[in-house]
Nanobody
Framework: QLTLVESGGGLVQAGGSLKVSCAVTGPHFSSHDMAWYRQAPGKERELVTSITWNSRNTYYADSVKGRFAISRDNAKNMVYLQMNSLKPEDTAIYYC???????????????WGQGTQVTVSA
């Protein structure tokens, strides 16, 4: 069982930067892939970015490609999301997610944090 706690959200002006963090407690963090999702008011939760357990592979949604960067520190059980050139449409609750993919495209384990609010003003 993993526990995820996000931090670092806040209010920032358009064009600014913000770094949110996810602290993970529990066993075998380094064997889990990690992701950041976001959910804006009235919209479905969407995948923003993900990183494999060994940091070899990352994925970015087209909407954030070139502006956001995901990283992880397996020694510290931490995952980070650096957000640059923020836009008002990036405003959302950002959720940290830990999972282990299975061979069939599903997930063996799936853990979520409580989310952190990011608000970008125009």
């Amino acid at each position: 069982q993993l526990t995820l706690v996000e931090s670092g959200g806040g209010l920032v002006q358009a064009g600014g930067s913000l770094k949110v963090s996810c602290a993970v407690t529990g066993p075998h963090f380094s064997s889990h892939d990690m992701a950041w999702y976001r959910q804006a008011p009235g919209k479905e939760r969407e995948l923003v970015t993900s990183i494999t357990w060994n940091s070899r592979n990352t994925y970015y949604a087209d909407s954030v490609k070139g502006r956001f960067a995901i990283s992880r520190d397996n020694a510290k059980n931490m995952v980070y999301l650096q957000m640059n050139s923020l836009k008002p449409e990036d405003t959302a609750i950002y959720y940290c997610n830990a999972y282990q993919p299975d061979d069939g495209g599903g997930r063996l384990n799936d853990y979520w944090g409580q989310g952190t609010q990011v608000t970008v003003s125009a």
